[in-house]
């Protein structure tokens, strides 16, 4: 897993009305965000479920308290798209944005 990514805001998170989708890689649960919500959008189309959406997240502090709720539920990694294309995702540690 990678650590200490600068992830930029904002960021897009995908979910649903009551919850962030989590799903699995390599045998970990994650959530799933992208550097733009065009990009976003795109998973949203290619995935065919009406019932997704697309999250902003703005800054730290709303990071900070995605990181905190996801955490506590068990999900500790977030895949990140790091080149600004679909295909290429990256691990990232939520508790990064975690202040102490």
């Known amino acids: ?3 200490g990514i600068t992830i ?3 960021f897009f998170v995908i979910g649903t009305a009551d919850a962030l989708v989590v799903t699995e890689a390599d045998n970990t649960n ?6 733009t919500r065009e990009l976003a ?7 065919g479920d009406p019932s997704l959406s697309v999250r ?3 800054d730290e ?3 900070e308290s995605l990181a905190r709720q996801m955490v506590a539920s ?9 080149t600004r294309t679909p295909q290429t995702m990256r691990f990232v540690d ?3 944005f975690i202040g102490e």
């Open 8 to 10: 930029p805001f904002p």
């Open 41 to 47: 959008e795109l998973y949203i189309e290619q995935q």
């Open 74 to 82: 068990g999900v500790h990694e977030m895949l990140w798209n790091t």
């Open 94 to 96: 939520l508790e990064q």
């Open 61 to 63: 502090a709303e990071a």
């Open 56 to 58: 902003e997240i703005p």
């Open 1 to 3: 897993m990678e650590e």
């Open 30 to 35: 994650c959530i799933i965000s992208y550097a």
